[in-house]
């Protein structure tokens, strides 16, 4: 018994080793056991690995942003930011829709007869876009990171090379005066940066909860963004430097 136990658990590791996270349901099919027998597997044998959310990772890679895990954070103060954002977009422009939980409420707060052009790299945004009759979407796609529901391309600048973009609505997981934006996984960076050098209006869109907060991977500054949408007030320098720069900061009002 306990050999069988350590020769799953040794190729869940295996897995592992090129792939972020592997879906319970899956594993349990490659290793021919149940479910229920994988979960007693890493509840009684795994230092290393866990479930989240039916999905295993290793413990040594703490997860610091998952998808699901966020979409029920901060709901009403997206949902505001969405609506903002949502208003800028006019028919016939070419928009882009960064990856996260915002973006895809901005995507459904825009109107089902409006005809625009989308392009995304995210499963939830690309899920929102399809139900919009009046909306072409061009997919950079790829393999799909489960974290952030990111498809990670190596050949996305094929895809955007050719595009200019009206507007870009980009997430970030932290904003701070000194280190600038930065989200949490390094294959979102690329394609971020290319969008906003291709973008004629550049929004970002963030909840007060991101300011003052560093995360590992750097993608633009403040003044890199022509318009910043949050729930809140600001603190006075963060607003400064906004204007500065040519920027306008806008706070959605609360809801009545």
Do not use: W
């Amino acid at each position: 018994m306990e050999t069988k136990r350590a020769a799953r658990l040794h190729k869940i590791r295996q897995a592992l080793i090129d792939r972020e996270t592997v879906h319970l349901r899956t594993m349990a099919g490659e290793l021919g056991v149940s479910e229920m027998t994988l979960r007693r597997d890493l509840a009684d044998a795994a230092d290393d690995l866990m479930l989240l959310g039916g999905y295993i990772t290793s413990r040594h890679e703490t997860p610091t942003y998952y998808v699901p895990d966020q979409s029920g954070q901060q709901m009403p103060e997206k949902h505001k930011i969405a609506r903002i954002a949502a208003g800028f977009v006019q028919a016939g422009d070419t928009v882009f829709f960064d990856c996260g939980t915002t973006t895809p409420m901005v995507a459904d707060a825009i109107p089902d007869d409006l005809p625009f052009t989308a392009i995304c790299n995210s499963l939830n945004v690309l899920m929102t876009l399809q139900k919009k009759q009046e909306c072409s979407v061009i997919l950079c796609g790829g393999r799909l990171h489960r974290r952030n529901l990111v498809f990670e391309n190596g050949r996305a600048s094929d895809v955007l090379n050719g595009l200019r973009i009206s507007r870009a609505f980009l997430s970030a997981a932290g904003i701070d005066i000194q280190c600038g934006i930065t989200c949490f996984r390094p294959e979102e960076v690329h394609v971020k940066q290319q969008v906003i050098a291709q973008s004629k209006h550049r929004f970002l869109l963030a909840d007060h909860t991101k300011f003052d907060v560093v995360r590992p991977a750097h993608f633009a500054d403040l003044n890199d963004f022509q318009v910043i949408i949050s729930d809140r007030e600001p603190s006075a320098q963060y607003r400064e430097v906004v204007e500065m720069g040519g920027g306008q900061f806008l706070v959605a009002t609360p809801e009545k």
